[in-house]
């Protein structure tokens, strides 16, 4: 078999060559028909209907056409020659006929060709005793198949077959050829680019005589495009299918008068259908309570008329078996391809499980005895508790859904502070329903549910913890009150107490020296005598106020003079009157009794208390007791009114000026010293002989104390008209004492005082030792590790590195030499302070010679030998003419440099700490107040020791009035000191 390759004419047809019968040709058959036998005119009448079947097909119409011609030619010939005439003329007629046909076939045949080319599909022809095929072009190009080397033939049309498509195609054809069954059937085809595609295949067979068949023609459609959308809808479907029949979820679709159109075999099977079959066509009002189903079906008609977009809500639907379960419905327009509606489509959820989570969770959320609130990202409150109603005095119902600064105010802004993860806990002020604010504590917990972060806020109420917060921040304060009144108290006592002490071991010494003539020595025993009467006063009190408390203070009651009892009294304070250049007097505005039944050591300690308090507290003009009997029912008093022109009060000093340990502020008691015990006391006495104690007073003016006792009766006791007179104080005197020699010791002075230095290089090279001096802890350290000492001698505070820190490095180098500590710091635990920087001595300033001396002996012992040698120049101190001279053995040329150098200092100095004071800096009146405190006491002026403390620890607070006063006070004293001619 060969393959025609001829080109073929358009349109697309197999080719068709036209022809006419003439004459000659009809004249040929008439001969041929002639030579033909009668016998055989029967096979010439099946060919003749053989050819006139094959006329339409694919062969050609001429060829049909003179076969048709040449058979009825031969059938006329062979017919009786006396029909001849009548076989020419039914051969016209034929020959017209034919004519017509052609023509009509040849229409046929353009028409053919238009619809052929007008269409998509494709045709083919298979010559089934050749297995040729053959292809229009069109079919070519739908199959991909325009190659050349592509053969028509039928092996190279199976090859192109898909092999799953193969026996399905050819029992198709099998069915057609052999039984005539209609051929049309759908496969996959190869194309040239290696990829199959779906084709439409149609055909008709043509059989011969004996019912073989010879040739089949036919047509190709591709309906790749419609298949892939058929398998993509068979999948869809699949899916479908699988979901309505396998999720446990109740889904529906519905028409728009509410009918179901399909149904998930779940809801079937709790609508009590056997499958989704049985549900569709039916409604709700089939199955659920009016109430319900008519609910359901509002909905619906709202999702249909376009009123709402989706529906979502809990609902509890009761079930055909009389179960209920909890669902969440979510409800949606069901819309066609041209977005029409044309129903809705439903899914409900089995929430149950989650709602007795819910319901659970709630009875756990309501039990928790605080409020527990959850809150949205946005700050919407979703979930609270009934504490919270407790708490706020809001209804759940009024919160849900509303801010959260609704209840606290201040949410956002604590929270932009911190992140809650960050900053888990926090406090804020919640708002009450009736306005209060209430104290909280918020303990913040993120959660994350789906795209939303949400806060859990747990909630405590701090009232009444903050309730006991301020109660225990006021028994705090009042203890540390009470602390620091006792630490000032005890500093009070170490100065108060130090103060006469000074006195007694400075005019002691000076009476060991024998300084000064007989006259000056018999002061100088009063003035100790004087001193220690002080200082057993201080004990006393002390004394009187542990006996106050524990209520054992005894009172005697006895006939004494008053007269007698004031004179003392006056007769004591006025040389502290006279020191300050005050007018000390005293005025009966009354007759004087000669006697009154009291306790005349408690009416002293009263009155000395009373009047020492106004002459501490007044810097000019005087001090006035005025004193008067007042007869009174059931018995007279004797009323004491002592005024000064001191600093005053406000109310607030009045109302805590009788507290034990306490004066009118801490700054008083810097500026003018005292227990802090006397009025305490003078109180509690007042009461005990039977009258009290008021106050009046202004500041700046002054004050008044008013105080009345019981005087008993009066009766037959002679009253005087004249004054008291006033007691005088007596004078008395002292030795001397021997100090060590330190001949070959070699000492390192580290003192940042100038005048300090000075003294203590002259008394320790007098008495044999070998100095050498450094400014301040940094020198001192290169000093001491550049040579050999036997002794170093620290100053603990001075500049750019102190004695505490100098000494520690110096241990810290194994450096192995005595280090004893000068220092102004006389309190408890300074001593130790200097022990554990790694001193082996400890040395309050001002310096007391012999026992600078002793220490030194005594830490040095036994590696120096201490022996006694002859007498250091006895100290002496005296006022002469109102002077004040230093205490200091002025006579020796070395210790009067030593003063007369720390006197012309002293006017800069005191100008350097008001210039201090006016620019407010604390740090230089400090500093320049403790240079004043320990030189000034070194140099033999301990006048200026207790001004100069207090004015130092008034700088640590910056009280501007306080400073002026105390700078002013220590001038006051400056201008009276001199050396001795």
């Known amino acids: ?75 006329a010939l062979l017919r009786p020659t006396a029909h001849l005439s009548a076989l020419l003329s039914r051969n016209r007629e034929l020959e017209g006929a034919i004519a017509q046909k052609s023509q009509m076939l040849n229409d046929s045949e353009a028409r053919v060709a238009l619809a052929v080319r007008g269409s998509s599909d494709g045709l083919w022809d298979w010559n089934i005793l050749t297995t040729e095929i053959r292809y229009i072009p069109r079919t070519r190009g739908m199959l991909d198949l325009n190659d050349p080397g592509f053969k028509n033939t039928l092996e190279e049309f199976n090859s192109s077959l898909h092999p799953d498509d193969f026996l399905r195609t050819w029992q198709s054809v099998k069915r057609h050829l052999e039984h005539r069954e209609p051929y049309d059937i759908e496969h996959r085809l190869r194309t040239k680019a290696g990829d199959y595609r779906w084709f439409r295949s149609q055909g008709q067979a043509i059989w011969n005589d004996q019912g073989e068949p010879v040739r089949m023609a036919g047509s190709v459609t591709d309906i790749h495009r419609q298949k892939s959308a058929e398998f993509a809808l068979t999948h869809e479907r699949f899916l479908l299918d699988t979901l309505l029949k396998n999720l446990p979820d109740l889904i529906y679709f519905k028409d728009t008068q509410g009918r179901f159109l399909r149904v998930s075999s779940a809801l079937a099977k709790h609508l009590g259908g056997r499958s989704p079959d049985d549900v569709c066509g039916r409604t709700d009002a089939d199955y659920f309570p009016t109430d319900y189903a008519d609910q359901a079906r509002t909905d619906e008609e709202e999702l249909i008329r376009g009123v709402r977009t989706v529906v979502t809500k809990e609902e509890r639907p009761v079930w055909n078996n009389g179960t209920s379960s909890w669902v969440l419905t979510t409800k949606i327009p069901l819309k066609d391809a041209n977005a029409q509606i044309i129903g809705t489509f439903g899914i409900s959820r089995d929430i149950s499980v989650l709602k007795q989570a819910e319901h659970r969770f709630r009875q756990v959320v309501d039990a928790a005895p605080n409020p527990l609130l959850l809150v949205s990202s946005s700050g919407t409150i979703q979930l609270a508790n009934t504490a919270t109603d407790k708490l706020f005095g809001v209804t759940r119902a009024e919160i849900i859904g509303r801010s959260i600064q609704r209840l606290i105010p201040d949410w956002s802004q604590a929270d932009s502070e911190a992140p809650p993860v960050k900053r888990p806990r926090r406090e804020a002020l919640g708002l009450h329903r009736d306005g209060t604010l209430v104290p909280l504590e918020i303990r913040l917990s993120p959660l994350v549910f789906g795209d939303d972060q949400v806060e859990l806020a747990s909630i405590l109420d701090l009232t009444d913890q903050k309730q006991a917060e301020q109660a225990l921040v006021a028994a705090k304060e009042v203890a540390e009150a009470a602390n620091r009144s006792k630490s000032d108290f005890l500093a009070n006592m170490s100065h108060e107490i130090r103060t006469p002490m000074n006195s007694i071991l400075g005019f002691t010494e000076l009476l060991r020296r024998k300084v000064g003539s007989f006259e000056q020595q018999e002061f100088y025993l009063e003035t100790i005598h004087a001193s220690g009467r002080h200082l057993l006063t201080i004990i006393d009190d002390i004394l009187d106020l542990s006996k106050i408390e524990a209520g054992e203070m005894e009172f005697e009651s006895v006939r004494c003079s008053p007269h007698h009892i004031i004179g003392e009294v006056l007769s004591v304070l006025r040389v502290k009157a006279q020191e300050k250049l005050l007018s000390l007097e005293c005025h009966w505005t009354s007759g004087i009794p000669e006697t009154i039944q009291s306790d005349p050591a408690r009416l002293r300690q009263l009155l000395i208390n009373l009047v020492g308090n106004a002459i501490k507290f007044t810097e000019h003009g005087s001090v006035q007791l005025k004193i008067t009997v007042a007869p009174s029912s059931p018995e007279p008093r004797l009323m004491i009114e002592v005024q000064d022109t001191g600093i005053g009060m406000t109310a607030a000093q009045i109302a805590r000026l009788f507290v034990p340990f306490r004066q009118a502020d801490s700054s008083v008691t810097r500026r003018f010293g005292g227990t802090g015990l006397g009025l305490a006391i003078s109180k509690h006495i007042a009461r005990q002989l039977g009258g009290n104690i008021t106050v009046t007073s202004e500041p700046g003016v002054g004050s008044v104390f008013s105080a009345a006792i019981a005087t008993g009766p009066l009766d037959n006791v002679r009253i005087f008209d004249g004054p008291p007179s006033e007691a005088l104080l007596p004078v008395r005197k002292r030795p001397h004492a021997r100090v060590r020699r330190l001949d070959k010791v070699r000492i390192l002075l580290v003192e940042d005082g100038e005048s300090n230095r000075d003294l203590v290089s002259l008394v320790l090279r007098e008495a044999g030792a070998t100095v050498e001096t450094a400014e301040n802890g940094q020198e001192g350290i290169l000093a001491a590790i550049s040579s050999d000492f036997d002794l170093i001698l620290m100053d603990m505070q001075m500049p750019i590195l102190d004695g505490y820190k100098a000494a520690t490095h110096l241990r810290s180098l194994k450096f192995d030499v005595p280090i004893v500590a000068l220092t102004a710091h006389a309190m408890r635990g300074d001593e130790q302070r200097c022990r554990e920087a790694g001193c082996s001595g400890y040395l309050t300033k001002p310096i007391d010679i012999d026992e600078l001396l002793r220490v030194i ?28 001279v230093s205490s200091l053995p002025v006579e020796h040329d070395g210790f009067r440099t030593l003063v007369e150098s720390f006197l012309t200092k002293l006017p800069d100095k005191l100008d350097a700490i008001a210039a201090a004071i006016a620019v407010g800096d604390a740090d230089e009146v400090e500093q320049l107040a403790h240079w004043l405190r320990g030189t000034g006491g070194t140099m033999g002026f301990d006048c200026l020791t207790g001004p100069a403390q207090r004015l130092e620890e008034s700088a640590r607070d910056l009280e501007q009035d306080a400073l002026h006063d105390q700078l002013k006070s220590i001038r006051n004293l400056a201008d009276q000191m001199a050396v001795p001619v």
């Open 1 to 75: 078999m060969t393959v025609d390759n001829r080109p073929h004419q358009e349109p697309d047809s197999i080719s068709t060559v036209p022809w006419k019968l003439d004459w000659r040709i009809a004249a040929s058959a008439i001969l041929t028909a002639l030579c033909l036998s009668y016998l055989s005119s029967w096979v010439v009448m099946l060919a003749l209907r053989d050819l006139t079947n094959r006329a339409f097909l694919p062969l050609g119409v001429g060829a049909v056409g003179l076969a048709a011609s040449t058979a009825l030619a031969v059938y």
């Open 857 to 884: 002996s005594y830490v040095l012992a036994p590696a120096v030998t201490s022996r006694m040698i002859a007498k250091i120049p006895p100290a002496w101190s005296e006022e002469e003419e109102g002077r004040i």
